[in-house]
């Protein structure tokens, strides 16, 4: 016969056990029911420009899915809490680094319960010295806030959100906001953030055609940035299919080189370009500040817009 006390241990493991994944599941799948607003007009925060912009001429652009703010750890529910604000810190030093004109987050917070409880995107513009940021909430509610983003050193206007229509996973959308080209005479460009589903390609396909929908009614060159969830080559048509509708471009979709998310060992995020525009450099950054690496990209104005 056991002791009481193994009986009580074995009890009191099974039931931590089983909490630890109730929360898990509440943290994970609840948001597929919280659904921030559709479309919103986002004010964006800003000031004046630091004038740390690239050369006339030039502009470097950078996505990055900041996972949270979870680095590369598990769920982020189970970091510590003062985890969050160091992992900013990483994040902000690889910006400040690379100096991107424009970059692109996805799975970017809001105060969230899950993760600290601060704006990570507000957090990593001050941190990095972006004057303008803009973040959308495709997550809204439980004691979460969460979406996709823009940081900008360039002044950005007519900022929109877009939460894509709901899915039986987390919600997903873009932000969209336009900026002028550094010295171009008022080039102006629509850059955006997008985050698409994760589990099924018949979701992510649907979630594309909204996204051309949207984006094919304004007038402006695009760079479209984000974590698209799949590749290039294969069966799956998504990115293909962004690409021939919106006349988009990108660098050596077929390399086998340029794996954005090392668990799988697949390249799953993306910067996409209008005709006008040309990449000089391009580049997955090996820094290990997320479950995803981030990508930058080095663009002028093609020859044929000038």
């Known amino acids: 016969?056991?002791?009481?006390?193994?009986?009580?241990?074995?009890?009191?493991?099974?039931?931590?056990?089983?909490?630890?994944?109730?929360?898990?599941?509440?943290?994970?799948?609840?948001?597929?029911?919280?659904?921030?607003?559709?479309?919103?007009?986002?004010?964006?925060?800003?000031?004046?420009?630091?004038?740390?912009?690239?050369?006339?001429?030039?502009l470097t652009v950078m996505t990055l899915n900041v996972a949270h703010g979870r680095k590369d750890g598990r769920h982020q529910i189970l970091q510590k809490r003062a985890a969050f604000r160091s992992h900013m810190d990483d994040i902000a030093a690889v910006l400040v680094r690379e100096k991107p004109d424009v970059v692109a987050?996805?799975?970017?917070?809001?105060?969230?319960?899950?993760?600290?409880?601060?704006?990570?995107?507000?957090?990593?513009?001050?941190?990095?010295g972006f004057p303008y940021s803009m973040r959308g909430e495709h997550v809204k509610g439980l004691k979460l806030s969460y979406g996709t983003a823009l940081l900008s050193v360039l002044e950005l206007k007519d900022a929109v959100s877009l939460a894509f229509k709901p899915s039986p996973t987390p919600p997903k959308g873009f932000v969209v906001g336009t900026i002028e080209?550094?010295?171009?005479?008022?080039?102006?460009?629509?850059?955006?953030?997008?985050?698409?589903?994760f589990a099924r390609k018949s979701v992510r396909k649907k979630q594309v055609q909204e996204l051309i929908e949207?984006?094919?009614?304004?007038?402006?060159?695009?760079?479209?940035?984000?974590?698209?969830?799949?590749?290039?080559?294969?069966r799956e048509p998504t990115l293909r299919t962004l690409a021939d509708k919106l006349?988009?471009?990108?660098?050596?979709p077929k390399s086998a080189e340029m794996k954005t998310f090392p668990k799988l060992k697949m390249r799953i995020d993306w910067i996409l370009v209008s005709p006008e525009i040309e990449f000089e450099a391009y580049e997955v950054i090996p820094d290990v500040v997320s479950d995803h690496l981030g990508v930058i990209a080095r663009l002028k104005i093609s020859k044929e817009t000038e």
Request: glycine share 8%.
């Open 247 to 252: 006349k988009l471009r990108t660098y050596e």
């Open 181 to 197: 080209w550094p010295a171009s005479g008022g080039f102006k460009v629509d850059v955006v953030s997008v985050h698409l589903d």
């Open 1 to 58: 016969m056991r002791a009481p006390w193994v009986k009580f241990r074995r009890r009191a493991i099974i039931t931590a056990a089983i909490s630890l994944t109730a929360i898990a599941i509440a943290c994970y799948c609840l948001p597929a029911c919280v659904c921030g607003p559709r479309e919103t007009h986002l004010q964006v925060i800003g000031g004046a420009p630091d004038g740390n912009v690239s050369a006339p001429r030039s």
């Open 105 to 128: 987050l996805q799975e970017a917070d809001g105060p969230s319960i899950w993760s600290g409880n601060f704006n990570h995107v507000q957090c990593l513009a001050e941190k990095a």
């Open 214 to 234: 949207k984006l094919s009614q304004r007038e402006n060159a695009l760079i479209v940035m984000g974590d698209f969830n799949c590749e290039w080559t294969g």
